[in-house]
Each structure stands twice: as structure tokens, then as C-alpha cells.
């Protein structure tokens, strides 16, 4: 398996009055939320962040990120084939894609920054393919068994709109109204 080559998690740094010398580093949701002391300099507050990010992503990027396993989790959870191979690609127009004649797996490797049960939702899409190579209802009710599938879907979604104006799903499409609905505006 190849090394994601990914870019740093997130960091969000949070400083509290209550705090006194500590600083601690914890991911939470793909974020590394970094708690310190409201009165530390920031130069003394850069090198606590420095070394703690590193210490957290390689801990990040063992535990959590072996898609080999993952996959092979996922496979036996959903009752969905299993994938010849799970590799992160440096793919940027798809989050995921699959070649349903030999069951290779290609997960892009921006997804190692963002939450695990995204992650999880790339590779049931995918394994959902190797079922159904289009998105069917058929293709739609595989994935539907992994319970978080609309939420990361959303999350997917919103992320690409953010960097491209289109909201796209993990093959790059983007999903359209089965019908135009005379009032689109409105909410309700
Ligand atoms: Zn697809």
C-alpha cells in the first residue's frame, strides 16, 4: 500500500482563561483541536503546536488510515465484495473510484484529513459498485446500509461546493432534481 500523500489535518487552536501551562492536542473529526492557556506567547504556543501535530498525525495516519483492513471491515458489515486492492491515489475531480473488471480500489488521498466515517462512506460506495457499476436504486440501497451514508454524503458534497461551486458526490457527479419544483426557493 502506497503512503498517502496528504496534506495536515486541520488545526483549530483554542485558548482558555481557565487554562493555566498545559497545552493539549486532540483530533476531533479530522480536526486537531489544540487547547491552551490564553496568556502563552505565540511564539511558545507555535512550538507546543509543532510538535504535538506531528506526534497526532503519525498516530493519526497508523491507526486509523489502513484501507486494506477498512475495506475489508466494511466488506464483511454490508455483506458487499471484496475489493482486490484499496489504494489512495492523489486524485482530485473524485473522492473514489473503482475498476469493476478486476475489483481495484482508488480512494483519493485528501480524504485522510477529514473523518473517518466519510472515509467509510468513499469505500461502500465503491464496493457498492462492484456490485452495481452505476447508480441505480439497486446501486442506491447497497450503500444505504451503512447508516451514516447521507450525512458524509452532504459533507462531501459541501466541501466540493466550497472549492468549485458544484456539489459532487463521490464520483464527481452531481446529483440533479428528479423533478423541477415550481417554488425552489422557498424553505420550508
Ligand atoms: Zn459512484
Redesign the pocket.
Known amino acids: 500500500m502506497t503512503e498517502p500523500q496528504r496534506s495536515s489535518l486541520p488545526v483549530e487552536i483554542v485558548r482558555s482563561r481557565r487554562r493555566r501551562k498545559t497545552v493539549q492536542a486532540t483530533i476531533v473529526d479530522g480536526v486537531i483541536r489544540v487547547q491552551a492557556p490564553a496568556s502563552m506567547s505565540e511564539r511558545e504556543l507555535n512550538e507546543h503546536v509543532h510538535y504535538l501535530v506531528a506526534r497526532l498525525e503519525r498516530r493519526f495516519r497508523s491507526e486509523t488510515v489502513d484501507l486494506e483492513s477498512r475495506a475489508l471491515r466494511l466488506s464483511k458489515r454490508f455483506s458487499l465484495p471484496k475489493a482486490t486492492s484499496v489504494e489512495w491515489a492523489d486524485q482530485r475531480s473524485q473522492w473514489g473510484s473503482c475498476t469493476t473488471t478486476n475489483g481495484e480500489i482508488r480512494i483519493s488521498n485528501r480524504l485522510a484529513a477529514y473523518p473517518p466515517w466519510v472515509l467509510d462512506y468513499v469505500i461502500v ?1 465503491e464496493l457498492a ?1 462492484l456490485v452495481e457499476a452505476n ?1 441505480s436504486p439497486a446501486f442506491n440501497a447497497l450503500v444505504a446500509k451503512y447508516p451514516l451514508a447521507e450525512r458524509a454524503r452532504g459533507f462531501l458534497m459541501a466541501i466540493s461546493f466550497g472549492e468549485t461551486g458544484i456539489a459532487q ?3 464527481g ?1 452531481a446529483p440533479q432534481p428528479e423533478e423541477e419544483t415550481d417554488s425552489p426557493l422557498t424553505l420550508f
Open positions: 460506495h459498485h447508480h458526490d463521490v464520483d457527479e
